[in-house]
Every structure is written in structure tokens, then in C-alpha cells.
């Protein structure tokens, strides 16, 4: 499959392109400190097998791109929105349709305010709208505050389980337990945990990095303002929000709160879906966003 490195001020972008060049691209957007494996290769492929070129790309200081302290060289979310733009851009794709779960259903968002012209459709995948304070709930959730929106705050047990990256783990194996189940945490505990799938997806993942050493800057990048919120409002790109019936970080209903702030907003929720990707599910992720894709298609007829 096609790679490539995109060129930036200071750094570098690792990309893959998986399907025909020719056809529409799907850029998939993967969430805080996670490189384009996030992205199962099955899934890839379900897309793939749909019709639609795939591109799917390490954030910085993730996987095969730069990694460069954060103190060297401090950015904002918004500069990591116009990121996914350079991988279009290195890749001669004028328009796609933008997929981003987690952070990157943050930088969806940013991309729908200020590129609307590249986007056909853009699916927000587990994600928070832009007026939802994130990084101020999870410390309202350590300290026994109140949500200030009336929307439910990230889980507890989860947040803690996260807070272990930032403790080296010893060996390989060590660290692909600690993955494993903070994956088992994300995906919630409605459908059955498949452990040796995960695990694999981890190992893959720590590979094609060249490290075990979890990425972290990403969580020191300066967030989008709180104020951007309201103007979602103006957004008329076709939008699709996914929300996963057991997401232990952005429960519902966050994702009715997205689809309601946009004029052109279709929300799914998933039954079982948590905030992970399982195997399990992809069929209907993969029918869910190709539908929206042709949709967005249809109505521009």
C-alpha cells in the first residue's frame, strides 16, 4: 500500500493510501495521542471494498511521524486540524470525506468551521461538541463537581486507567497488558472483550511506532476555544454523529447534544459501542459511514 511522508514546517507526517486514486477519499482521523493503527486494517479494507480510497495518517509525535518535545515546539489542536489538510494536500485530494473519532471528532469539527470547502461529509465518531469543556470535566470528575452543562461527565475508573500512561512500563508484554485493558475499560461491558484482538492491534501498533513508550504531548496541545462552539451553528457540511451506548468518556447524550447544534446533523447511536473500535462492530461502522458518504453524494446531485 502506498505510503507517504508529508512535509511540514519542523516535522513530518507519516500516510497510507489504501484503494484507487481516482476514487473519493475517506481521511480517517484517529483520537488523542493514537497513530493511524488505531484504524483496524479490517476496517480499512471494509471501506476500502466499498469504493472509497482511503487515507489514514499518524498525528505528530505519534507512530512514524516527528516527535519533538512539546516545550521545543508547542502547538495548538487547531494547527493539528490543519495537519489532516496537508495530508490531503499531499496527496492531490481537494475534497473528502473526513471520519474522526475522539480528538479527532474535535478536529472534524474545526475542519467544518474553517474548510468546509474540502469536505463532502464528515462523521464525528465518540466525540464531545466544541462547546463541552473535556479537559475541564475530567477534573470535575476527580474532584466530585458537577458537570456545568448538565451533560454527563467522563468515568472515573477509566480516567485512572489512562493516568497510568504516563508510568514506563518495563517490558514489551507489561505494556501490552496495561493497553489491553484500558481497552477493556473503553469498550464498556456490553459486548464480549476480544482480549487477543486488541492485543494484537497493540503489538502492531508499538511496530510500525518502533517504540512501547506511550505518546502523551497531545494532552498539552492548547484546546479549542469553548467560544467556537456556537458556530456550529453556521456548519451546513452533512454531518453524521455516531454515539456509542456504553462510551465511558463521552456518554450519551453528548451526541445528541452535536447532532442538535447542526443544521445538517444525523445521529446513530450504536448499540454496544464504547469508545473503541471492536471488531465485532466494524460491519455496521463501515455500512453506517459509506451510507452517509453516498448520502452526502445524492444531495449534491
Not at 476500502?48 to 495548538?76: C, L, M, Q, W
Not at 467544518?112 to 473535556?134: K, N, Q
Not at 469553548?226 to 456548519?235: F, T
Request: proline share 6%; net charge negative; with cysteine.
Amino acid at each position: 500500500m502506498p505510503e507517504k511522508f508529508v512535509k511540514l514546517d519542523c516535522r513530518s507526517l507519516w500516510s497510507e493510501s489504501v484503494g484507487p486514486g481516482p476514487a473519493e477519499t475517506i481521511l480517517l482521523i484517529s483520537g488523542a495521542n493514537a497513530s493511524a493503527l488505531m484504524w483496524p486494517d479490517d476496517f480499512v479494507e471494509l471501506l476500502s471494498s466499498k469504493g472509497y480510497r482511503v487515507i489514514r495518517y499518524d498525528h505528530r509525535d505519534t507512530g512514524r511521524s516527528t516527535f519533538i518535545g512539546f516545550d521545543e515546539a508547542p502547538y495548538t489542536v487547531e494547527e493539528m486540524a490543519a495537519d489532516a489538510m496537508s495530508v490531503l494536500d499531499a496527496w492531490g485530494v481537494d475534497k473528502a470525506h473526513v471520519v474522526g473519532l475522539s480528538l479527532g471528532a474535535t478536529l472534524g469539527q474545526v475542519l467544518a468551521l474553517d474548510h468546509p470547502e474540502r469536505l463532502y461529509s464528515l462523521t464525528l465518531m465518540c466525540g464531545a461538541a466544541l462547546d463541552v469543556d473535556f479537559v475541564g470535566n475530567i477534573a470535575r470528575t476527580f474532584s466530585g463537581e458537577r458537570s456545568t452543562n448538565e451533560l454527563p461527565l467522563p468515568n472515573r475508573e477509566v480516567l485512572e486507567a489512562l493516568s497510568q500512561r504516563a508510568k514506563p512500563s518495563n517490558t514489551m508484554e507489561e505494556e501490552l497488558d496495561r493497553r489491553v485493558k484500558e481497552w477493556s475499560l473503553l469498550s464498556g461491558n456490553r459486548l464480549e472483550f476480544d482480549k487477543s484482538d486488541f492485543r494484537l492491534r497493540e503489538q502492531r501498533c508499538i511496530e510500525h511506532a518502533g517504540t512501547w513508550v506511550q505518546p502523551g504531548n497531545h494532552a498539552m496541545a492548547t484546546p479549542v476555544s469553548l467560544s467556537r462552539g456556537k458556530e456550529l451553528r453556521r456548519v451546513h457540511v452533512p454531518i453524521l454523529v455516531i454515539q456509542g451506548s456504553e462510551d465511558p468518556l463521552n456518554p450519551p447524550p453528548h451526541g445528541k447534544h452535536i447532532a442538535g447544534m447542526l443544521p445538517n446533523g444525523q445521529l446513530v447511536e450504536i448499540e454496544g459501542l464504547g469508545h473503541c473500535l471492536p471488531k465485532a462492530l466494524l460491519p455496521i461502522l463501515a455500512d453506517e459511514i459509506s451510507s452517509h458518504a453516498v448520502d452526502a453524494r445524492t444531495s449534491r446531485a
